[in-house]
């Protein structure tokens, strides 16, 4: 199960050993904005709000409930998080998987819908590249969108 040995940066290894269990996604090659469809954009939308959705209530679930066991704690003490994170019973840890499964549900659907313009383009580079999160799985999926909207497709 993930979060047992609680690391320092035990969401960035959350988000990647759970992003390891989902499969390589499927290409879904963008169209440039001037020529994308207005299902596009509204698939798009509602796809990008249910990513936020999921997103936030992992992020208020982790904040609010396993992150208060962790506060004052040096991350360069495992011991000391290894003892912080005993009252966390294997329901949390359960719930906060289960909370990020959906979110990656949500961002393996947002990923795979084609970008109906350059603003949506970027938000699926900040979701794989932003802060600090380097989710390379996706970059042959960017690039061939990048392509596209860059004309040389």
Known sequence: MIGRNIAPSRRDAIRALAALSISLPTLAYAAPAETCPA???ERWSALLSAYREAQAAEDAYDQGVIEPFFVGIDKNDQAAWRK?????????????ERLGDER????KALMECPSPDASA????YLIAHG??????YW???????????????
């Open 84 to 96: 912080a994170a005993k009252p966390i019973t294997s329901a949390m840890w359960d719930h906060l």
């Open 104 to 107: 990656l549900a949500a961002e």
């Open 121 to 124: 383009f970027a938000v699926k």
């Open 39 to 41: 299902a596009v954009s």
């Open 139 to 153: 970059d042959d999926l960017l690039e061939a969108e990048a392509e596209q909207f860059s004309g040389r497709a």
């Open 131 to 136: 802060n600090g999160r380097d989710i390379d």
